[in-house]
C-alpha cells in the first residue's frame, strides 16, 4: 500500500487513487501537524490492522465519506472538551456525515464527566493523550469489533463509588435512572429492582427504556454490556 503526501504544507496524507483504496481503512482528523504525522506513524508501526488517512478537519473539501470506505474515525480535540458546546455540536454532526463508521474520541483531558458526555453523544471511544500508541492501537481494534473504549484512569475506586453516586452522571442520568442502573449491573430483575426502590414494575421499565435509548442499545443484556465497559474497563 502506497501513500504520498497531500498538501506538504498542512502535513495530510492520504491514500493513492488504486484498486487498492477500495479497502477499510482508519481516518484520522487532527489539526495539528505534528500531532497528525505523530499519531499517523505510530499507529501504523504499532500493530494497526488497517490503512491510514489523515485530514486537518472533518470539513476538508477532499473527504468523501463514501469513497474513503472508513472503518473508524479518530477525532483528536485536543485541549476541547466535549461538554462544549460547539465541541458537542462537531460530534453529532461528524456522528450524523459518518453514521455507522465508529467515532472515537482522542483528548488531553481525563475528566470523567468528559467520558461520559462523549459516549452519550455516541463515541464508541474516549482516549486520552496520556496512553501509549498500543493502547490508541487495542481501543481502534476494539470499536471495530463493536465494543466501547474508556480509559482506565478515569475510572478510579472513587469514580465508582462516589461519582457515580449521581454527582458526574447527573447531566446524562436522572437519579432514578442512576439507581436502576446500580442495580441492573448487579444483575437484578425488574421485578427486584421495583421492589428495592419502591416503585412499580412498569415504572422500572419506563426508566429502563430511556436509559437504553441513552446508550443507543435495543434490549437489556446490550445495556449491561455497554454499563460493564463503561464502569469496568478491561485495559
Same mark, same amino acid.
Request: glycine share 6%; hydrophobic share 40%.
Given at each position: 500500500?502506497?501513500?504520498?503526501? &497531500?498538501?506538504?504544507?498542512?502535513?495530510?496524507?492520504?491514500?493513492?487513487?488504486?484498486?487498492?483504496?477500495?479497502e477499510k481503512?482508519?481516518?484520522?482528523?487532527?489539526? #495539528?501537524?505534528l500531532?497528525?504525522?505523530?499519531?499517523?506513524?505510530?499507529l501504523?508501526?504499532?500493530?494497526?490492522?488497517?490503512?491510514?488517512?489523515?485530514?486537518?478537519?472533518?470539513?476538508h #473539501?477532499?473527504?468523501?465519506?463514501?469513497?474513503?470506505?472508513?472503518?473508524?474515525?479518530?477525532?483528536?480535540?485536543g485541549?476541547?472538551?466535549?461538554?462544549?458546546?460547539?465541541?458537542?455540536?462537531? =460530534?453529532?454532526?461528524?456522528?450524523?456525515?459518518?453514521?455507522?463508521?465508529?467515532?472515537?474520541?482522542?483528548?488531553?483531558?481525563?475528566?470523567?464527566a468528559?467520558?461520559?458526555?462523549? =459516549?452519550?453523544?455516541?463515541?464508541?471511544?474516549? =482516549?486520552?493523550?496520556?496512553?501509549?500508541?498500543r493502547?490508541?492501537?487495542?481501543?481502534?481494534?476494539?470499536?471495530?469489533?463493536?465494543? =466501547?473504549y474508556i480509559?482506565?484512569?478515569s475510572i478510579?475506586?472513587?469514580?465508582?463509588?462516589k461519582?457515580?453516586?449521581?454527582h458526574?452522571l447527573?447531566?446524562?442520568f436522572?437519579?432514578?435512572?442512576?439507581?436502576?442502573?446500580?442495580?441492573?449491573?448487579?444483575?437484578k430483575?425488574?421485578?427486584?429492582? &421495583?421492589?428495592?426502590?419502591n416503585? #412499580?414494575?412498569?415504572?422500572?421499565?419506563?426508566?429502563?427504556?430511556?436509559?437504553?435509548?441513552?446508550?443507543?442499545?435495543?434490549?437489556?443484556?446490550?445495556v449491561?454490556?455497554k454499563?460493564?465497559?463503561?464502569?469496568?474497563?478491561v485495559?
Amino acid at each position: 500500500m502506497q501513500y504520498r503526501a &497531500a498538501s506538504e504544507g498542512a502535513g495530510e496524507y492520504k491514500m493513492m487513487i488504486t484498486e487498492e483504496s477500495l479497502e477499510k481503512r482508519l481516518v484520522l482528523i487532527c489539526k #495539528s501537524n505534528l500531532d497528525r504525522e505523530c499519531l499517523y506513524n505510530g499507529l501504523l508501526n504499532t500493530g494497526l490492522r488497517l490503512p491510514v488517512v489523515c485530514y486537518e478537519t472533518v470539513e476538508h #473539501s477532499d473527504i468523501d465519506c463514501a469513497g474513503i470506505n472508513a472503518a473508524v474515525l479518530l477525532l483528536h480535540i485536543g485541549a476541547k472538551r466535549v461538554t462544549d458546546p460547539d465541541v458537542c455540536a462537531e =460530534i453529532k454532526a461528524i456522528k450524523a456525515d459518518w453514521d455507522p463508521v465508529p467515532v472515537i474520541l482522542l483528548s488531553e483531558c481525563e475528566e470523567w464527566a468528559q467520558v461520559v458526555c462523549a =459516549i452519550e453523544l455516541g463515541a464508541r471511544g474516549y =482516549i486520552p493523550t496520556s496512553v501509549g500508541i498500543r493502547v490508541c492501537v487495542e481501543a481502534v481494534h476494539l470499536a471495530m469489533a463493536g465494543g =466501547i473504549y474508556i480509559p482506565a484512569t478515569s475510572i478510579t475506586e472513587k469514580s465508582q463509588a462516589k461519582r457515580t453516586d449521581g454527582h458526574e452522571l447527573s447531566g446524562l442520568f436522572t437519579s432514578r435512572e442512576i439507581q436502576v442502573i446500580h442495580l441492573l449491573r448487579q444483575g437484578k430483575a425488574n421485578k427486584v429492582i &421495583a421492589y428495592e426502590l419502591n416503585m #412499580s414494575e412498569a415504572t422500572v421499565k419506563v426508566h429502563m427504556h430511556n436509559i437504553m435509548k441513552k446508550f443507543g442499545a435495543t434490549n437489556r443484556t446490550e445495556v449491561a454490556y455497554k454499563l460493564n465497559n463503561l464502569y469496568q474497563n478491561v485495559f
